[in-house]
């Protein structure tokens, strides 16, 4: 299951959170964020309560947006242990994107 990230509730779904988080910054306008959605749908199902997948809106969360450098979209974040682990920018394939969670 995709969440929704807001300022609000950021720290407690990314940075509280007992499994790592993959954060999709985007944008419902982007090309490449449209495509990347299903991968992310996918891989949401498939690592259900081992990553959680959530989404950043960054005309929404601007700040959000910046405080984390998405100055690109799509950007994915990987969170793990309370921090941020790793960052791909533009359109990913599945592959690139599982290798983010590897150690």
Known sequence: MEIKITKEN???????????????????????????????????????????????????ETELAIEFKALAIPTLIYFKDKKAARRLVGLSDKEEILAMFED
């Open 10 to 60: 950021f720290e407690k779904e990314v940075m509280n959170s007992e499994i790592p988080v993959l954060v999709d910054f985007y944008a419902d306008w982007c090309g490449p964020c449209q495509r990347l959605s299903p991968i992310l749908s996918e891989i949401a199902k498939e690592y259900d309560g081992k990553i959680k997948v959530g989404k950043v809106n960054v005309d929404a």
